[in-house]
């Protein structure tokens, strides 16, 4: 089987600070796999110029600025761009075609200090629509629980080395060598599958949601600039997406399964333990697979 391991590469960096306490969002909309956002706060964003929609940003605190390309032409020559510190880490991504980037000011290594958007020069009204809605759902999570990341995050890495570290010993010897072993492994995995779930929720998953909302706004909401070429980007970045998070999570519940057949009869708690994180991950496989059939989009996994 293909080791289960973390394979989360995205442009929205996940937050490990802690506020100390917000209230909860009650003006948001809850919208695919429980995600939040106040989304009456997207439709300024759906007429006017691209200044006035900076503007608007930017006056909720929001910080932009704009990544310079040489291949097309710019659309944002009014925005300052990034300071140095922002170019030298993150400049990369855009070298490798990524047209926007949130970063939230929740994360020491995102180097900002309060929420920030790089907009490649040549960016429209659809990415700067798609980043500020990562800015909304951002703010959403803050104010339903402020600590869940960090909870989440703090022993992640222990976690991860501690499972292949368990599962790896399993496969050599084809047996757990003593009860303390068998538990360490199936608790560490239900641990590292928490937040390798959690991680595709804020990533992957969000990116998908995202998407639906604006291809949503497209079609039904009256006097929008969102155009026809960005529809299309979007029905293939939904579909590369939605493929990434589905061979994540195909890995995922084979190694569940896995790990199932090495359990008997006696462990039930155990396998309480590992039915949590398991059955989780085949819901969200199930609530992706639902949303591409809705969207008329056919996902590919390895």
């Known amino acids: 089987m293909q080791m289960f391991k973390l394979i989360v590469k995205s442009i929205f960096l996940i937050a490990l600070t802690s506020p100390t306490s917000w209230a909860t969002c009650t003006d948001c909309?809850?919208?695919?796999?429980?995600?939040?956002?106040?989304?009456?706060?997207?439709?300024?964003?759906?007429?006017?110029?691209?200044?006035?929609?900076?503007?608007?940003?930017?006056?909720?605190g929001v910080d932009l600025f704009r990544v310079p390309t040489k291949e097309e032409t710019p659309t944002l020559g009014f925005l300052k761009t990034p300071p140095k510190i922002l170019m030298d880490f993150f400049g990369a991504y855009f070298a490798d075609n990524v047209v926007g980037l949130y970063l939230?000011?929740?994360?020491?290594?995102?180097?900002?200090?309060?929420?920030?958007?790089?907009l490649i020069e040549s960016a429209d009204s659809w990415t700067i629509s798609h980043e500020f809605m990562h800015y909304l759902f951002d703010r959403a999570r803050l104010q339903d629980d402020p600590t869940s990341e960090s909870k989440i995050v703090v022993n992640m890495n222990d976690a991860k080395e501690d499972f292949m570290n368990s599962w790896t010993k399993y496969k050599m010897n084809n047996m757990y060598l003593d009860q303390t072993h068998?538990?360490?492994?199936?608790?560490?995995f239900a641990i590292f599958s928490e937040v390798q779930q959690h991680l595709l929720n804020s990533f992957e998953v969000e990116e998908m949601v995202i998407e639906k909302q604006l291809r949503s706004l497209f079609v039904h909401h009256k006097n929008n600039d969102l155009d026809k070429q960005s529809f299309e980007r979007s029905t293939r970045y939904i579909n590369s997406t939605g493929s990434k998070a589905l061979t994540i999570l195909n890995v995922a519940l084979e190694t569940c399964q896995d790990l199932r057949?090495?359990?008997?009869?006696?462990?039930?708690?155990?396998?309480?333990?590992?039915?949590?994180?398991?059955?989780?991950a085949t819901a969200t496989k199930k609530e992706i697979l639902r949303l591409g059939q809705e969207l008329g989009i056919s996902f590919k996994t390895q």
Do not use: H, M, W
């Open 29 to 60: 909309s809850t919208l695919e796999f429980g995600k939040k956002a106040q989304l009456k706060k997207v439709l300024p964003l759906l007429t006017g110029d691209l200044k006035s929609k900076t503007d608007y940003i930017q006056n909720l």
């Open 104 to 118: 939230t000011d929740r994360s020491y290594s995102n180097k900002v200090i309060k929420p920030t958007i790089l």
């Open 182 to 188: 068998k538990e360490e492994t199936i608790q560490n």
């Open 261 to 280: 057949t090495t359990l008997v009869d006696e462990d039930q708690e155990l396998i309480s333990i590992l039915q949590k994180p398991c059955a989780k």
